[in-house]
Every structure is written in structure tokens, then in C-alpha cells.
């Protein structure tokens, strides 16, 4: 068809993204959304994956035997224990709020004193330690065998997932890439409308198309938009992800970090997948004003796919994580906090795969028979039956 | 040489191109005339591919035109189009590659034309920071910046005043190869007579003359303006007769005598101040043509 296919989509591309690029609105914008997102990962990381310390006074028990307290509190807490002297200035910290609670020991009688309440998990904590120490040494004062004594007695507790303690965490992430996937598709999906009913508003397009073919124009505003859209979100999770490792959150960089690598090919897919009818959709438009009617049933599917990925659980999540687009928000979303077998995500690349290749064809279809008409807004219906 | 051949378009059931067939000869400027809705915008669009025709074919040197030659054509669509917000150079180097030229060579040739046209020193303007008469001198430059092989200007010359319409055609002369064919409409008929070796006329999408400017004005019976004291004498005149009387002025049409015999017989009786070959100007063909 033409003299270079594929230089002139690419000239195009180049174009599109320099002009991306001198728009200071779309600079700004840019770096406002990354200081956003990457600032809430701090924040979460900052208020969600602290250890709990209790500040503990002792009165007559030694310190080395509050070792044994802190193993009974486990994973995810700390215990900071100071001596005192005597009962009164134990009592005292703890009224001034200096120490969470005080243990106090006098003979073989044990108290824990706390303000008003004492947190259950440093309560059960010292009482099982406690209870443990002294029927080891009653045991031992009965010459009773401890472990016949024992046996039976024991719960284990078998977790069945244990990375996913953090899993409040891993929602937000989840509804984070939600976030990003909906905000960053509607930006540069909304600016190729925009980009295609702006050059048929100015006419260039009479000149464009007697130089290239349309096809060539379609390919190389899909391609520029994609590049500079996949760049932000890579950045944006890349940068997430480096984040995670800085600050040494290893638990959440390995529950989410599979899923923003996922994250980053749906949003590619999917974004494809709509780019042809974002071109259509501005196709349809003869003012840059009709962009925001032609493309609405455009923003109802991102928005309707965030909404599911944000707020969809069970089996309305499952089959959301399939239906091709809207599984591109969804699934990688889910793959945060959510056990998701490796056939599933197979499947739903696969829909999306399918239907990238079907929309994009319906949507080249439609820019191409629409974009010289420029004196009204077209109906789709009509769009599509056009010749 | 551009040969158009029963060329139509219809939109519904509204013809407005129909079965319009001419020819632009290399190196000839060649005015494509008619009113508005004419159809003339409507067939540069079909010559240039943007529009689809119903029936009809483009030549390019007696064979069927094929995209890639089309694709060396330059054109100025009716409606100006370039982008508001890119820098003059910018733009033209753009379209200069699409058209296949490397950034090199098409730094080089937008350059030229800029300086060409008197807008060197503003090619890091963008374009909506121009007056209209340099938007229009930019949107010819993007017409002409890949050397093309034929030209399709669409009202090249509206909004220009006098001067700027000559400065215009001289750039044209200068930049365009002496076996490009170039077609323009107008509907200034000043303008197209004073500019064009051939005229082409559309009326109601359809084309009623077609020919040589010179030989259309030349066209129909030979009439003499003459300016005689004596008004009787133009009663009874040797192998003439009056057509139409202007003031003191009357237009002669030679029936079957000598215009020189003509003359000695008026200045044998009466003093002559005017006498000379009468050629209608075009608007009087446009006029009969489109009736």
C-alpha cells in the first residue's frame, strides 16, 4: 500500500509522544501521580508493617526470664523490659503511661498490673510463660514427668497460608493496581481521542491521509500512546516494588510481587485492547467537546472494571478475573491477595489476547470509514454500517 | 499528465460529482472554476484518494493511478490544516518524513522552503502564533516539501490580498518543476484569468467548459468597441452590425466585412476616438456556461 508501512507509523509515534511530552499538564501530571502512589507506599509500609512493642516494668523477676515471655508473644512483637525496685514506681510508670504494663513477683505470687486494661496478647503471653515455668518446676518438685504430664495437652496451629498475615496490605495494593490500571488507561486513552479528533478539528488529517495510509496513523498513535502509558505504569510499580525492597518489607514484596509483574502485562493487553476504540471513539467526534460523549461507553467498562476489581468478591470476582478487559483490571488485582492457580491467569491472558485482536480490529474499522467525515458526531450504529 | 475520467460521488442520492472527466496538463497552471457546491473541493478529494469515488477513474500518465503516486502528489485541502501547537519546522520536517524523506534531507528541504517563503527566522514559532497570511504561506510550504509530482491546491489563494496572492505565485514558480501539473481552484475569476493556461469549469458537478484560457475568451464572434461623434453613421455600417450600445460607446460585431475596411469607412465620415478588438472577459463565459 504505502511507500514505508513502517516508518510511518513510526514517525507517527514519535510525534505523538513529543507532543506528550511538551504539554506541560501532562509533565506535571506525571509527577504528581508518582509522588502520590509511591508516597502511599511509604505510608502503608510505615503504618501497616510495624511490630507491636510493649514496654513491660518487672519487680522482682529477672530479665533473662522475660525472654521466654517475648517467644510466647511470636512474630511481629517486641518486648522492652526495665527493672524496678520496688511495686509503687513500677505502679507509677504505668499510670503515667511510660510502661504498657508491670509484672511484679513476690515469692511464688505473680501480678500484672496494668491501667485500665492490659492488651490480651502481652496478658496471655506472661501468663502462659508463667504457668509453663512454674509447673516445670512443680513437676519437677513432684518428680512428676513433665512430658507424660503434657501429653495431649498441646494445640497446634497449622496456618494454611501463612504469607498472608499482611493480607489488609495486600487489598490495598490490590486496590491500588485497580487504581493505577483505571487512571492511567483512561489519561492516555482519553488523549488518543483526543489526539485523533484534534487533527480532525485542525484538517490536518485531509493532508495526513494523502501522505499515509490511515491504517499507518492508527498504528502509530496506538503505539506512541502504549509506550508513554506502559512507561508510567512500569515506573510506577517498578518504583513500587523497588520501594517495598528499600524499606525491607520482603514479607509484602513476595505476596505482591508477582502480581505487579502480572499487573504490568494485563495492563498492556488491555490497554491494546481498548486503544483501536479510543481512536474510534475520537473518530466518531468532529470537536474535541464530542470526545467526552463518544467516549463514554469507553470510561463505563475502566470504571466498571475498577469498581469490580476494588469491591467483587467470590464468585463474582472469579468470573470477573475471566471476561476478557475487564479481567485486565481485575486479575492481577487479585493475584495480590488472592490464591489464583496459574491456569486461571493462563486463561485470562488468553480472553485478553483474543479480544485485543478482535477490538482492535472493530476499532481500526471504525476510525478508518469515520475519520473524513468532519462536519458532525456519528452515532456508533451508523459508524460501523458506514462505508 | 492528471487525466480524470467520468469521475462521480454520491451522497445518498444526491449527485455531486457527475461524470466529471478533464485533463491537467504538466507544467500548465490549470483553474478549476465553479460556484460554491460546485463539486470542485469534492473532486480535488477524490483526485487525492481522501474520498472514495462512485464511479469514475484518475489516470496518471494514461494508466490507473496507484496510491504511491498519489502519495507524491501535493495537496492544499479547502479546509487549511496543519497543527495549531507545533513549531513550524517541527511540522514540515514532520510531513517531509512521512513522505519518506530522512530527517536529514528533510531538516534541509523544510528549511529551504521556510527561507523561501520569509519565515526562517520564525520556524521555532508554532504555527497559531502566525498571521493568517503566513499560516497560508506555511500550508503551501507543506504542499510542496516532498518535491511533489503534481499539485492539487484547493482555494489557494482565499484571504490573500492582491500582493500576497503575486508573491504566492512566484514561490509557486519557483518551486515547482516545469512538468508538474498543477491544479487550482478558485472562485475568483480575476485571479484564475490572469493566472491560468487552462480553465475548467464546474457547474452542478458537472464540467461545461473546458479549454485553453486564451482560446475561451477568443471564443465566439469577433466585436469591436467603437467610439464615433456622429451616431447616425452606426445605422448602416459595411459588413457590421451594432450589437449593444455602452454610453457613447458601441460594440460591433463584423458580420462579413474587414475590420480595417470598417475603420476607413468611420473615419472617412466622422471622428473616431475609439476603436479596438473587443475579448470578453471569462466571467461572461462562466456566466453563459453556467446559465
Known amino acids: 500500500m504505502s511507500t514505508q508501512p513502517t516508518t510511518a507509523w513510526r514517525i507517527v509515534a514519535e510525534r505523538e509522544i513529543r507532543a506528550r511530552f511538551g504539554e506541560k499538564t501532562f509533565v506535571w501530571g506525571f509527577v504528581a501521580m508518582v509522588l502520590v502512589s509511591w508516597g502511599g507506599l511509604v505510608a502503608l509500609d510505615y503504618f501497616g508493617d510495624r511490630d507491636t512493642t510493649y514496654d513491660l516494668g518487672i519487680v522482682g523477676v529477672s530479665s533473662s526470664a522475660m525472654s521466654d515471655v517475648e517467644k510466647q508473644l511470636g512474630e511481629g512483637y517486641v518486648l522492652e523490659t526495665k527493672e524496678y525496685d520496688d511495686r509503687s514506681d513500677a505502679e507509677a510508670a504505668v499510670t503515667d503511661g511510660d510502661l504498657d504494663a508491670a509484672l511484679v513477683s513476690a515469692d511464688d505470687d505473680w501480678t500484672l498490673v496494668g491501667n485500665s486494661a492490659v492488651d490480651s496478647p502481652l496478658e496471655s503471653a506472661v501468663r502462659s510463660s508463667v504457668a509453663g515455668a512454674a509447673v516445670a518446676r512443680n513437676a519437677a518438685a513432684q518428680d512428676v514427668d513433665l512430658e507424660a504430664l503434657n501429653a495431649g495437652a498441646d494445640v497446634r496451629v497449622d496456618l494454611l497460608d501463612p504469607e498472608a498475615e499482611d493480607v489488609g496490605q495486600r487489598r490495598f495494593v490490590a486496590f491500588g493496581l485497580s487504581f493505577i490500571f483505571y487512571l492511567v488507561s483512561m489519561i492516555f486513552g482519553m488523549q488518543i481521542a483526543q489526539s485523533v479528533v484534534a487533527e480532525k478539528e485542525s484538517r490536518v488529517v485531509e493532508i495526513l491521509a494523502a501522505a499515509i495510509s490511515t491504517r499507518a496513523l492508527l498504528w502509530g498513535k496506538i503505539a506512541g500512546n502504549t509506550v508513554l502509558a506502559l512507561g508510567q505504569v512500569v515506573i510506577l510499580v517498578g518504583g513500587g516494588l523497588a520501594i517495598f525492597a528499600l524499606l525491607g518489607n520482603d514479607a509484602l514484596l513476595a505476596g505482591v510481587g508477582p502480581a505487579m509483574a502480572w499487573f504490568i502485562a494485563f495492563f498492556a493487553l488491555g490497554f491494546i485492547a481498548l486503544a483501536a476504540l479510543w481512536s474510534a471513539a475520537g473518530a466518531l467526534a468532529s470537536r474535541v467537546q464530542d470526545v467526552a460523549s463518544t467516549t463514554m461507553p469507553l470510561q463505563m467498562v475502566l470504571l466498571g472494571g475498577y469498581m469490580l476489581g476494588a469491591f467483587a468478591s467470590g464468585p463474582t470476582l472469579d468470573i470477573a478475573s475471566q471476561v476478557p478487559v475487564f479481567s485486565a483490571i481485575v486479575m492481577p488485582g487479585r493475584l495480590a491477595y488472592d490464591d489464583v492457580a496459574l491456569w486461571e491467569i493462563l486463561l485470562s491472558l488468553a480472553l485478553n489476547v483474543v479480544a485485543a485482536v478482535l477490538l482492535v480490529r472493530l476499532g481500526a474499522r471504525i476510525y478508518d470509514r469515520n475519520l473524513m467525515q468532519t462536519s458532525r458526531k456519528i452515532g456508533f450504529r451508523e459508524a460501523i454500517r458506514r462505508r | 499528465m492528471l487525466t480524470v475520467r467520468g469521475l462521480s460521488r454520491a ?281
Open chain 2, 11 to 291: 451522497y445518498g442520492d444526491a449527485l455531486v460529482v457527475d461524470e466529471v472527466s478533464f485533463e491537467v496538463r504538466p507544467g500548465r497552471l490549470t483553474g478549476f472554476v465553479g460556484a460554491n457546491g460546485a463539486g470542485k473541493t469534492t473532486t480535488m478529494r477524490m483526485l487525492m484518494g481522501v474520498l472514495a469515488p462512485s464511479g469514475g477513474e484518475v489516470l496518471w500518465n494514461g494508466e490507473p493511478i496507484t496510491t504511491d503516486q498519489r502519495r507524491s502528489f501535493g495537496y492544499m485541502p479547502e479546509e487549511r490544516g496543519l497543527y495549531p501547537r507545533m513549531s513550524l519546522i517541527d511540522q514540515l520536517v514532520f510531513l517531509a518524513r512521512l513522505h519518506g524523506l530522512d530527517k536529514g534531507s528533510a531538516t534541509d528541504r523544510a528549511r529551504h522552503l521556510l527561507r523561501h517563503f520569509g519565515l526562517d527566522d520564525r520556524r521555532d514559532d508554532l504555527l497559531d502564533e502566525l498571521s493568517l497570511g503566513n499560516q497560508q504561506r506555511v500550508q503551501i510550504a507543506a504542499a510542496l516539501i516532498h518535491r511533489p509530482t503534481a499539485l492539487i491546491l484547493d482555494e489557494p489563494f482565499s484571504g490573500l490580498d492582491p500582493l500576497a496572492v503575486d508573491s504566492m505565485v512566484d514561490l509557486l514558480h519557483d518551486e515547482v518543476g516545469p512538468d508538474v501539473p498543477v491544479l487550482f481552484s478558485s472562485h475568483q475569476l480575476e485571479l484564475v484569468e490572469r493566472l491560468c493556461d487552462d480553465l475548467i469549469i464546474l457547474s452542478g458537478g458537472r464540467v461545461v467548459v473546458a479549454g485553453a484560457t486564451d482560446e475561451l475568451r477568443g471564443r465566439g464572434p469577433v466585436r469591436y468597441r467603437v467610439v464615433v461623434e456622429d451616431l447616425s453613421l452606426l445605422d448602416t455600417l459595411p459588413g457590421a452590425a451594432v450589437d449593444s450600445l455602452d454610453g457613447d460607446a458601441a460594440y460591433v460585431t463584423m458580420t462579413s466585412g474587414e475590420p480595417a475596411d470598417l475603420l476607413a469607412h468611420l473615419t472617412a465620415h466622422t471622428r473616431v476616438s475609439e476603436f479596438h478588438r473587443h475579448v470578453e472577459p471569462l466571467a461572461h463565459v462562466f456566466r453563459e456556461a453556467t446559465r
